[in-house]
């Protein structure tokens, strides 16, 4: 009986045992397997946050100056996304700044153009009236303003030259002064404006008498001179 007794509880004992064994068991497992999923989410929580840190520096190196990475937690990588953000931010102010000096530059060099245009213009428009005017004035210093013939002064100048190409080839040339009789009689009868047309009606007819070679000029008043040159006698 007491050996019965002994042996039932042996059996008891390591019933209990192997309960105890197969409990551990299990729980150590169930252990492993929680620390298994555990670390595949903070890998996995990790990786993401990373390639999330990766996205937004390929974003700026892409010229984006908006781009945002997550900084929670506050553990290493929150800390580095909160440096990154801060980074980005200085970047985009930057980037603001620079476009805005950039617009004033682009206006100020198109403010300038224009102001050089504009200049440009007004110089141009007093080179042509300097050009008129000295044009004008040669006009005037050596032809007369009525009949557009040459005046005394160019006449004498004309004179001189025809000379010394007589002297110096052996050539003869002829002068005439020619004027008009009773010419007052015109202005006081049928008034000034009647004798320019008469005068610029004899220059014309006197140009029309010569050769292209010769010269008429108008000295003043109705009188006028025709230069010759190379007359036979």
Same mark, same amino acid.
Do not use: W
């Given at each position: ?34 620390? !298994?999923?555990? &670390?595949?989410? $903070?890998? #996995?929580?990790? %990786?993401? *946050?990373? +390639?999330? !840190?990766?996205? &937004?520096?390929? $974003?700026? #190196?892409?010229? %984006?100056? *908006?781009? +945002? ?11 580095? %996304? ?152």
């Amino acid at each position: 009986a007491v050996i019965l007794e002994y042996t039932r509880i042996y059996d008891a004992l390591m019933a209990a045992a192997r309960d105890t064994l197969i409990f551990m068991s299990a729980l150590g497992a169930g252990a492993v397997i929680l620390l !298994l999923y555990t &670390g595949s989410r $903070l890998s #996995n929580g990790i %990786g993401r *946050r990373l +390639k999330g !840190l990766e996205a &937004g520096v390929a $974003l700026v #190196n892409a010229g %984006g100056s *908006r781009a +945002k990475v997550p900084e929670r937690p506050r553990d290493e990588i929150g800390k580095l %996304g909160a440096a990154f953000n801060k980074m980005n931010d200085e970047l985009r102010r930057a980037d603001e700044a620079l476009s805005k000096h950039l617009e004033s530059l682009e206006a100020r060099v198109v403010e300038r153009t224009a102001e050089l245009a504009a200049a440009n213009t007004n110089l141009e428009a007093q080179i042509r009236e300097k050009d008129l005017a000295n044009a004008r004035n040669e006009q005037l210093a050596h032809y007369d303003s009525l009949t557009t013939l040459p005046n005394r002064r160019m006449f004498g100048s004309l004179l001189e030259r025809g000379i010394a190409n007589a002297e110096r080839y052996q050539k003869q040339l002829a002068v005439l002064f020619i004027d008009l009789d009773r010419f007052k009689n015109i202005n006081d009868t049928m008034g000034h404006a009647a004798g320019d047309v008469l005068l610029t009606e004899v220059a014309q007819r006197l140009k029309g008498c010569v050769r292209a070679s010769d010269t008429v000029a108008r000295l003043g008043g109705d009188e006028f001179a025709i230069l010759l040159a190379e007359v036979g006698s």
